[in-house]
Structures are given as structure tokens and as C-alpha cells.
């Protein structure tokens, strides 16, 4: 009798693993990547998985979160089917950059500080001219001037908006803001008029494509301006 028990206890734990193992992981689909690593956010999910097995990810899932992964500020995991995870990145917004001791630093449209990277992503535009201090992430970007600095803020902000492509940013000596956008220079002046300036520019620079030269808008301050182009 004992040995009858003993047997059906081992033929049930054979038949619990087997039907647990019918539960590995076979495929994660990864969706949203962008500025983040595909490569990466795969690994940190299967670092997560327990035993890579969907069972026990149902039940971790709820308890704890993946590790961080650069420029991600969420992932949403789903048990697609029993051997395939689906994992949905939610990406940060990153608003712009600045270069600091062989790195750039991003930061949001709030100016807080959300990513550090050697490389400089595709799209964020780099400002120039500013001078930093020490920084910290989740902490808003140090910089000399306040000025600059809410400037900055707006500046990123209405290219947000508008859905402006913008290379770069840059404070010349005489505190101007020059845009560079593919092969374009645009001098907005001092930043009184940044609000009609930046609602105009993407019509106006839509009818220079292909070209390359300086765009010059310090006086255009409102709908009725005119804006001047000297090619290189």
C-alpha cells in the first residue's frame, strides 16, 4: 500500500511538471521601440520570466516590475497564449539633448533629466551653447542662466507642437537662438517672439527644401511678417 502511494505521489509530480513545462516560453514580442533597444528589452523580460514559464510570469507580474531599460519608462506584459509573452513599450519623451564630458545628457519638456547615452539619438535636437553643471537624473537640467533655461523649455516645447524637425539649438554670444534644421540656419533673435515665430516656421521652411543658407526672423513677430532667406 505504501508503495502504491508513493507512486501515484511521483506519477502526479511527473505529470505536474510535465504539465507545467506545456507553459514555457516560446516567442516574446516585443512592440514599440523606438528610442530603446528591442534587444534589450527582450533580455530584461526574459531576466524576468521565472523559469521562463508563463504560469509563473502570471503571478510575478502583479507583485513585482522589470528592470530598468534606457529611454523606456514603462512596459506592459501580456500572456498572449500560453508560450507567447507580448510586451508593449512605453517610451520617455525625451523634449532635447546637451553634450557634457563625452556624453549627452536627454531631458523631458520640463527640463528634468531622463537619460545619459555616448550616442547621440536621431530626431532630439543638441543645444549648444550652455553652460551645466552637475546633474542628476529625475532632477531638472543645472544651467547658469534661468533665462536660457525657460527658453529652452519653450522652444522644445512648441516643436512639440507644431511637429517641427529641429537638428539643433543654439545660444550665440549675443544671447540670440539660432535653429539649425537640415542645412538651415534660423536666427529667432532674443526669444520675445518665439510663440508666432515657431507656428510659422514649418510652412515657411517647407518652401525651402533642398536649399541651404540662413532664414532670418528676428523681426517676424507676427502672422503678417515677412521672413528673409540668404542662400549659401
Known amino acids: 500500500m505504501k508503495k502504491y502511494v508513493i507512486a501515484v505521489i511521483v506519477l502526479a509530480l511527473i505529470f505536474g511538471v510535465m504539465y507545467v513545462r506545456t507553459f514555457d516560453v516560446e516567442e516574446i514580442e516585443v512592440r514599440g521601440c523606438v528610442l530603446s533597444s528591442e534587444d534589450e528589452v527582450r533580455q530584461a523580460v526574459e531576466d524576468f520570466i521565472p523559469a521562463g514559464n ?3 510570469l502570471s503571478v ?3 507583485f513585482s516590475k522589470v528592470k530598468s531599460v534606457a529611454f523606456v519608462a514603462k512596459l506592459d506584459i501580456s ?7 507580448v510586451v508593449d513599450v512605453y517610451e520617455k519623451s525625451l523634449a532635447g539633448c546637451v553634450e557634457y564630458m563625452e556624453q549627452f545628457i536627454y531631458f523631458d519638456n520640463d527640463g528634468r533629466v531622463l537619460e545619459t547615452g555616448k550616442e547621440k539619438i536621431e530626431g532630439i535636437p543638441i543645444i549648444s551653447g550652455l553652460n551645466i553643471s552637475n546633474w542628476q ?3 531638472k ?3 547658469d542662466n534661468a533665462r536660457k533655461f525657460d527658453l529652452i523649455l519653450t ?4 516643436i512639440e507642437k507644431y ?3 529641429i537638428d539643433g539649438i543654439t545660444f550665440s554670444g549675443e544671447e540670440d537662438i539660432i535653429l539649425h534644421v537640415k542645412g538651415i540656419n534660423v536666427e529667432l533673435g532674443n526669444g520675445d517672439n518665439l510663440a508666432v515665430q515657431m507656428m510659422n516656421l514649418g510652412s515657411i521652411l517647407e518652401g525651402l527644401k533642398g536649399k541651404k543658407g540662413t532664414l532670418y526672423m528676428k523681426d517676424f513677430n507676427s502672422p503678417e511678417s515677412m521672413a528673409s532667406f540668404k542662400s549659401e
Open 155 to 158: 522652444i522644445t516645447q512648441l
Open 137 to 139: 537624473i529625475d532632477e
Open 163 to 165: 511637429e517641427l524637425s
Open 141 to 143: 537640467l543645472p544651467v
Open 60 to 62: 510575478k507580474k502583479k
Open 79 to 85: 500572456i498572449d497564449w500560453k508560450n507567447r509573452v
Open 54 to 56: 508563463t504560469l509563473f
